[in-house]
């Protein structure tokens, strides 16, 4: 057997999980995004794909991440929806970020974080906190 070849008896890679994003496009998504915080946790994911530290953090909490029935995750495209990200911190009081992790329940943030703070981690301890609230 050569140092090159390769072994029969290596599993097959699995495929990559899909991560459950639902896109943030649209403005009137965030009276949406409101509303539905009053009976089930929502999350924004704000993400520049121009930046290295926000491409390492995004690949860390897709990496780690668990919550899947328990909370539903917006990703924004900060460099095409740069409006929609401005209008976040404003009807949020939210400074705007990137990368940033901003969680809502009943209609108020109740937690976030940027840069390399972002974690699955950290939104699993915001997701604590609030889940059994609600």
């Given at each position: 057997m050569g140092l090159f070849s390769r072994s029969k008896d290596k599993k097959a890679k699995e495929p990559k999980k899909q991560f459950p994003w639902i896109p943030l496009t649209e403005m009137s998504q965030?009276?949406?995004?409101?509303?539905?915080?009053?009976?089930?946790?929502?999350?924004?994911?704000?993400?520049?794909?121009?930046?290295?530290?926000?491409?390492?953090?995004?690949?860390?909490?897709?990496?780690?991440?668990?919550?899947?029935?328990?909370?539903?995750?917006y990703y924004l495209d900060l460099l095409n929806f740069r409006p929609i990200s401005l209008k976040i911190a404003e009807k949020f009081s939210v400074m705007h970020q990137s990368p940033q992790l901003i969680a809502l329940k009943n209609g108020e943030v109740v937690g976030h974080s940027?840069?390399?703070?972002?974690?699955?981690?950290?939104?699993?301890?915001?997701?604590?906190?609030?889940?059994y609230f609600f």
């Amino acid at each position: 057997m050569g140092l090159f070849s390769r072994s029969k008896d290596k599993k097959a890679k699995e495929p990559k999980k899909q991560f459950p994003w639902i896109p943030l496009t649209e403005m009137s998504q965030l009276d949406e995004i409101k509303e539905k915080s009053k009976s089930k946790p929502q999350v924004i994911f704000k993400h520049s794909t121009r930046c290295g530290i926000s491409s390492m953090v995004i690949k860390q909490f897709e990496a780690t991440y668990s919550l899947e029935d328990q909370v539903d995750i917006y990703y924004l495209d900060l460099l095409n929806f740069r409006p929609i990200s401005l209008k976040i911190a404003e009807k949020f009081s939210v400074m705007h970020q990137s990368p940033q992790l901003i969680a809502l329940k009943n209609g108020e943030v109740v937690g976030h974080s940027s840069h390399h703070d972002i974690s699955a981690a950290s939104l699993e301890k915001i997701s604590i906190k609030f889940l059994y609230f609600f």
